[in-house]
């Protein structure tokens, strides 16, 4: 039988082992010697010393992380192409494609997000890839709720305490009451404990930074995947707005329709989506530019290779476009004059994808003679200002929708 402080020297050398496999710092080894140079008792007693150091070090760490602490509010941006969640404290912590990839069956989950999305266009006849939300509005409520439950999940997976989260939720401003219904279900049904929403065009103005509170009106067009929406804010309201059904989605699809047209080409979504930001383009920069398109021909049934250029994709979307561009002049030709002098002075704020695309801005400053001004970060805009909300609710209070 071995003497005890034999199995105690064994014991700390396998625990020491095992916590500097996980990282212990490389001087632990210098600090080893020279202990037993000093004369330290033993190794054994200086891996044990280790060890407890060790073990303070990474239980401070863990401490540290934040895991403790409950989320407890939680901001959603439910767009049509993206879904963004922010946490009070933490910032922008998933950013997912909103797409489900479902077993037509069964009727289980096969992916979420990006996993779902790399199946777009290429799953086998039992497997079906869902986007929930058409037109910035849920169009399937069963799949957004388990998309809403996967991703509030993944967001709270790595907290020892949980606890149901205040969700605040950004909304196009031309959905109907019925439609809010079912985003404010989709929520408390994915683990919400309450549920607010608040107007894209407003939670966008407030991620760019512009002062809503002020009685200077501030107009902002926020570009989305499935809507376009053009508000002018003062007062902590709307004062006047338009939304219209068209966005990005709506460029794909005239992109998808050119090529079938045009070169007896068939495309997917994923390939029109390339071809619309790598070569799409809504003014005429005078440089252009060319991409190679695979698809299907239509007439043979056999894939082929066509070059397409950044010209024919701008002639291509220009009814979208000039839709987007009438939709502002109508929100300018209904803000009151007083506001109308703000915006001369302080111009017009783009956000959401859509902004960008080449050349948008310039067109839009071509056909108003006012400033635009495109945000560094558009895809964020809308979830960042609702996180701004969740950290000072009393402030925003008056812009959520009851």
Not at 101 to 110: C, E, P
Not at 234 to 256: C, F, K, Q
Not at 382 to 400: E, P, S
Request: a neutral charge.
């Amino acid at each position: 039988m071995r003497p005890r402080g034999a199995r105690v020297g064994s014991a700390a050398r396998e625990r020491a082992k095992r916590i500097r496999d996980t990282g212990i710092p490389e001087e632990v080894n210098v600090r080893s010697k020279a202990f037993l140079a000093r004369g330290g008792a033993s190794r054994g007693s200086f891996l044990a010393l280790t060890t407890r150091e060790a073990d303070l070090s990474a239980l401070s760490d863990w401490f540290g992380s934040g895991r403790l602490v409950p989320v407890n509010d939680i901001a959603v941006d439910l767009g049509t192409a993206n879904t963004l969640v922010y946490v009070k404290g933490e910032g922008i912590v998933l950013n997912e494609p909103s797409v489900v990839a479902v077993n037509k069956g069964s009727k289980r989950i096969m992916g979420i997000g990006l996993e779902a999305k790399r199946m777009l266009g290429r799953t086998p006849e039992g497997i079906e890839a869902i986007r929930p939300l058409k037109d910035g509005v849920i169009a399937d409520v069963d799949i957004t709720e388990l998309m809403l439950r996967h991703f509030l999940k993944e967001v709270t997976k790595k907290r020892i305490f949980r606890i149901k989260p205040r969700v605040v939720v950004g909304v196009p401003s031309g959905i109907t009451e019925l439609e809010r219904r079912a985003v404010r279900s989709s929520a408390m049904s994915a683990g919400a404990k309450a549920v607010y929403m608040v107007d894209e065009p407003m939670a966008a103005a407030i991620g760019v930074g512009l002062p809503v509170e002020t009685p200077t009106g501030n107009m902002v067009i926020d570009i989305g995947g499935g809507t376009t929406e053009i508000a002018v804010i003062a007062l902590s309201g709307i004062v006047s707005n338009t939304s219209i059904r068209v966005g990005g989605d709506e460029l794909d699809r005239a992109i998808v329709t050119f090529l079938r047209k045009n070169y007896n080409l068939l495309i997917g979504e994923p390939t029109s989506e390339a071809i619309k930001i790598q070569i799409g383009s809504a003014f005429d920069f005078g440089e252009e530019r060319e991409m190679d398109v695979k698809g299907r021909d239509l007439v043979s049934g056999i894939p082929k290779t066509v070059k397409v250029h950044s010209q024919e994709v701008r002639e291509c979307i220009q009814e979208p476009i000039q839709a987007i561009v009438e939709a502002v002049r109508r929100a300018l030709e209904i803000t009151p004059p007083e506001l109308s002098a703000d915006i001369v002075d302080r111009g017009i704020v783009m956000t959401g994808g859509g902004a960008l695309i080449r050349g948008l801005d310039r067109l839009l400053y071509h056909e108003t003679n006012l400033p635009i001004h495109v945000d560094d970060e558009p895809l964020t805009c809308v979830v960042r200002g609702a996180g701004r909300i969740l950290d000072d609710l009393h402030k925003y209070r008056t812009v959520l929708v009851p």
